[in-house]
Each structure stands twice: as C-alpha cells, then as structure tokens.
C-alpha cells in the first residue's frame, strides 16, 4: 500500500492543489491531506480547518481513498513533528513508506521540517517528492498570474469573479464566495 502525504495551509485551496491531489488520488492508494491550521483568522488564514475541509470535500465528497485532517500549528517545530508522527502512528503504523509530496524541496516549510527532523520518524520512511511550481500560471488579462492563495485571497478581497473562476475548481467556488461572503 501506498500513502501519499501532502502538508499545507490550503487558505483558500485552488486548482494547483487540486491537481496535485488528484494526481496523487491517481498514483497512490491512499491520500491523506494534512491541513496547517493555525485556528485564528487573519490575512493569510482567513479560514478554519472546517471550512477548507468542507470547501474540499465539495470537489471529493465519497472519495474513500482521501483523508482530510487537522495538524495544529505549533511555534515549536519538534511538538509540530510530534503531531504529524501521532497521526501516522495512530492510523498507519503498520505502513513503512510515505510519499510526502513538496512544492519545492527549498521553499517548502513542511518539507524542509520533516527533513530537519526525520530521524523522529523511527517507524516510517519518507519519499521525497517535488512538484515545481514552475508552471503553475493562468492567463489572465494579458497576464501571466501565479496560482497561490495569495492570489486567489486577493481575488476574492477584490471582489474579482472572473480571476477567482480561473483560480478555484468550479465545485467549490460558491461555497467559497459563501464563506467569503460575496
């Protein structure tokens, strides 16, 4: 069996996450999505835990090979690793491989974090996988706009329908305008 895991904010989640977690839905037997939740709204995090994992479950509702959970945010990186090993041991300690998929093994905070700290992982063995960003754009305008949940959180702000439609899939764009109120 394999378990592919993906670390992230998701705030709101857009069309590049969603290709990475159909890809990984396609190439793994089991996807587990781990979502950094801080549990305090502000700028950057202007959603709960719930409301991405119902805005996702919109897009993946029945998908039985899809786990949507919380991994509470912590200053200290060694409790957040703590958390991330509770997790896997409590579900999956039988499993020995995981697939963690990065944006991009310089940038990517969880990634560099687990690298850090591996060796905490006693029971399991990460595969490192990068996924550059590279490409990750839409046309928008005249204009080539990276697909980030900046972008799409200034979108919305901005009362911007047309770049939102080209950054959300189209399963969970109302319920993101609901959230958003607009």
Same mark, same amino acid.
């Given at each position: 069996?394999t378990?592919?895991l &993906?670390?992230g904010?998701?705030n709101?989640?857009?069309i590049?996450?969603i ?5 990984a839905?396609s190439?793994n037997?089991r996807v587990?999505v781990l979502i ?7 700028e950057?995090?202007?959603?709960? &835990?719930n409301?991405i994992?119902?805005?996702l479950?919109?897009? $993946?509702k029945?998908? #039985? ?5 919380e991994?509470?945010d912590?200053?200290?990186?060694l409790?957040?690793i $703590? ?7 409590e579900?999956w300690?039988?499993l020995?491989d995981i697939n963690?998929?990065a ?5 990517? %905070?969880?990634?560099n974090?687990?690298?850090k700290?591996?060796n905490h992982?006693n029971?399991?063995s &990460? ?6 960003r590279?490409?990750?754009f @839409?046309?928008?305008n005249?204009? #080539?706009?990276a697909? %980030?949940?900046?972008?799409?959180r200034?979108?919305l ?5 047309d770049? @939102? ?5 189209e399963k969970?764009?109302?319920?993101i #305008?609901?959230i958003?109120k607009?």
């Open positions: 069996m378990l592919w &993906f670390i904010r998701l709101p989640p857009h590049w996450h290709s990475i977690i159909d890809k839905l190439e037997d587990i950094w939740s801080k549990n305090i709204i502000d950057q995090n202007p959603l709960k &835990f409301e994992k119902e805005i479950l919109l897009k $993946y029945g998908n #039985k090979n899809l786990e949507i959970l991994l509470r912590d200053r200290s990186d409790i957040w $703590y958390n991330i090993y509770k997790i896997l041991f579900k300690k039988w020995r963690l998929y944006w991009d093994f310089k940038n990517d %905070s969880a990634y974090i687990i690298k700290y591996e992982f029971n399991f &990460f595969n490192y996988i990068e996924q550059s590279e490409n990750s @839409v046309n928008y005249w204009q #080539k706009i697909i %980030s949940a900046t972008n799409l200034q979108a702000r901005n009362k911007d329908y770049l @939102v439609h080209k950054l959300c899939d969970m764009i109302e319920k #305008k609901i958003f607009l």
